[in-house]
């Protein structure tokens, strides 16, 4: 296969949708993003990356960098799974309710009281969550210069409430071990961090390769690895995750930065990217490339 | 009516009761209360207090103080009732779900969100609401000696985490003005103050003498306090005010330290405490002191 | 006091509001009765009954009668409260999300759900509670033509899927014992009653005589009454009980026909009668007539 | 691949769970069935079909006609989706809490409130759902004598009162266009067929065949049938499909009667029964047996 072509192919396909939906405008950091950029890089088990558009240019990570804490913690053991679970939410993504119903226990990693239990869990291995995240991303990509967009960390700071209260709400279920406030900067930085499609699509490669790093050693074991791609397709894009798995029908786990990982289990790695918004918070041209790229490829796994 | 007849006779009714139910053990500085305690006091509107048990023994007056936050907000002005609603919450006294349904308006004031949104409101007008409760309860009970439970405040401290993720959570809606664990600790200390049957009975007689003050001065207005009472009724007791309203037929506040303070609108004000409680949380000496009294008295307002 | 003197002016002050306010519309059966009607009526406990306005036509009880079939049920015996609780509800008056919560036993008996088995509880004592109601309301009144109004019984019932759907929920958890079809066709039917403010105020008089009935005997036990009156307080206005105390300060239970039945415990009971309704279902001209008749003659209860 | 031999080694690894579990006891006709039974067959494209255990004998279809349900809804047009959602519930499968917070749309097809839509679109188009059912899988198995069990269809009519009470429900809602009481009676019926493993693997070998049925001719289009197994992944297992995702990574749907049915795309379909049910509801040698079959033969999805 021509992954060159394909790429341009969905490009062109695409084309149309490049700046439809509304950027993220819940903090100033993300609202004034340009609307009208388009990306999108694959990489291959080879280690090789292939990309169209602004495949090189950095975007705010956003909820994707939850599927590389919960990536990490699990690197260590399984215990993350005893305080977290992983079913759809079904509700909204940060609500409150499921989690009170269910006594502080997450649904999954993937809604927002999740994800700062899983920042937590990983904090207590490695200390700074954060950092950790940055540094895989760093090694996995090859790429040592991508970085916290600080602008982002300080608007997400000043708009924090109600992670806090997620945050302080776990802690009452004795389910968040943490500084609630500490847990939550934690939480803040990696979200902010900055990365391309390309250095995206490298840094979520082992996804595709049964837990296989970069440089050939094991980060989570291949069982780990399926599983974390079984949550993907089931808990990955919001409350839209029965959409995506018929429209793409592959694991993905998209954030409000407009980007978007999806995995090809055994093929490749596929990151896009286009700032505007449907209403469910899914880049809605990387939803199009990804249908466009799995109906071309062939490559959907159902 | 001789008033100390009534209430011997009260106080042996009751007699059987006294020690029944569970003391609150949530933290220990309210576990180690000795649950054979019982005391009631009844002020009438001359300012004369009537008393039998232990009336004159300092209880930790915990949701009751919900009633004078209340109070002195509306002394100002009505504006508190645009942040906080007054009808009966139908759950759980300190359920998030709710508060999300309802887009971070509380249902009324003495569910945990609403007490947090008054007490922030009351901080706004007088800097340190718990400060203007106390030195409320010292002036109209003219007992200057009435203080904080430093051991209440510092275990209420340690089991914050809910309180603080209810205040989080309103700030998120823009319903708490203050820094939530500045506006926390004010509402720890309110409603760790220490008082009497005797004291609490003249501090909340001006709810029964249409919010005439023991100086002669006007406290909240004649139909504010009208207000006031409609709402202890429907809404004072936790998940009981149905019931309550029939065994005692009077609006009433209690707390988890076991305390009641209990309104007949034009005849006296009524303080009980008993530490036991009942799984909705009201004392149960408290409440069956209440029941004999409205049918010894014929003062139900049914 | 003087009575008609007191009605004559709480009809110049309510003038204004007469119209205002928006017929239930349901149903055409109610949409389309004529709004700038308005009537109320007082009766005594000498059984004289005094009236102004529109106090003579018979306008449609809909929820009211729920009130009647609890008293009914109640003066058999205690049993129906092993069915139904008294405490407000805090959500809307029909939903079905408490009930589930709350594994098949309605929060108090007027919420839809609760009037369900309460009509079924009084069908297994009477065999068709809606004829027993309407026998009471004629023997209490005296006016032996009380009828149902046949165009509102064929209208409801062709809108009858939701309180079908809520007797066969009840069902499931065994708390409703009769056919679905037929209790909800009796709920109809009860609810279908035509009756008039005089008519209407002379069947409630017994709720403020102690459960005293027309011919002297005892309906419902003092106690009972007590207790029926604290529910009206707590539930009897939907999900403006807390508003409807602090305004009126009087046990009360409305119906979307725009009627209210308020009872003033030992001095009267009141029907008043304006079908606009405010955006929670209760009558606007008949709760602004209740607010000036307790100002008025000072018979709130706080 | 020697597919004899691949269900040979299933079977053996699987007969530590045999029995395990607890056989459906909500109605009499499914409690007496022996939960020591266990088959599992596998059908090919090429139309062949292979087998262990009671692989022959039939056992209540339960949920999985839901499946067939919605193909042949699909197979008319796509007109269904406008009344019924695609996304995971995130709560009790048959809860109606979700339904009203969504006005009457159900989450989707497998809900039992999806499933009484798609049972009563279904009905619209062809008369009667579950004959139109009984019809297709007798075609498509070519076993002209699969049957209804009216042991327990007279079972389930007898415990029917929250399904009652859901279809009214959603007829208040305009979602239920048929007489709620025939479309139960129809939804009963088509989960109560008794079916084989054999039978179900060819029935549902469509599924795997991108919609083409037995005879050539096509059922579902290519792309509504990605959407189904998409449907299934994230929505046919209960509340367990991100831990069926995980184990299994398959599409599959399971039944409370014991059975599961599972679409490997492109490849195979595959049917396991084992009366013995988990805590979720899924079978627990069923789930095991797939584990196994997908772990031997390296067809999981992810």
Chains 1, 2, 3, 4 share one sequence.
């Not at 994707?64 to 913690?73: D, H, M, N």
């Not at 989690?99 to 700074?128: M, Q, S």
């Not at 995206?200 to 074991?221: E, I, K, N, T, V």
């Not at 029965?242 to 090809?264: D, H, M, Q, T, W």
């Amino acid at each position: 296969m021509d992954m060159n072509r394909v790429l341009a192919e969905v490009a062109d396909e695409v084309a149309g949708h490049i700046g439809e939906g509304r950027v993220a405008n819940y903090i100033p950091a993300l609202a004034s993003v340009d609307p009208r950029q388009f990306g999108i890089a694959v990489a291959l088990p080879d280690g090789t990356s292939y990309g169209v558009g602004d495949w090189l240019t950095p975007f705010s990570m956003q909820s994707i960098s939850k599927l590389f804490t919960l990536s990490l913690a699990l690197a260590s053991d399984n215990s993350v799974w005893s305080r977290v679970g992983r079913e759809p939410s079904g509700s909204a993504f940060n609500s409150l309710v499921q989690l009170e119903y269910e006594n502080g226990l997450p649904r999954n990693p993937f809604i927002n009281a999740g994800a700062l239990v899983v920042t937590d869990h990983l904090a207590g291995h490695v200390g700074d969550a954060a950092d950790a995240v940055l540094q895989f991303l760093r090694t996995e990509s090859g790429n040592a210069v991508i970085e916290f967009d600080q602008a982002v960390v300080e608007s997400e700071a000043s708009h924090s409430q109600r992670n806090l209260a997620l945050a302080h709400f776990l802690a009452s279920y004795g389910n968040l071990h943490g500084d609630p406030h500490n847990i939550v900067d934690q939480y803040i930085r990696h979200c902010a961090i900055a990365i391309s499609c390309r250095d995206l699509a490298l840094a979520g490669l082992f996804l595709a390769c049964h837990g296989a790093l970069r440089d050939g050693s094991q980060g989570p074991s291949a069982r780990q690895t399926k599983r974390i791609n079984a949550v993907m397709l089931t808990c990955g894009t919001y409350d839209a995750a029965g959409e995506f798995a018929y429209r793409v029908g592959l694991p993905g786990k998209s954030g409000v930065g407009g980007g978007i990982l999806a995995i090809c289990p055994g093929r490749c790695s596929i990151a896009v990217w286009g700032p505007g918004l449907d209403e469910r918070g899914n880049s809605v041209a990387g939803v199009a490339a990804l249908d466009a790229f799995t109906t071309k490829t062939g490559w959907s796994v159902f």
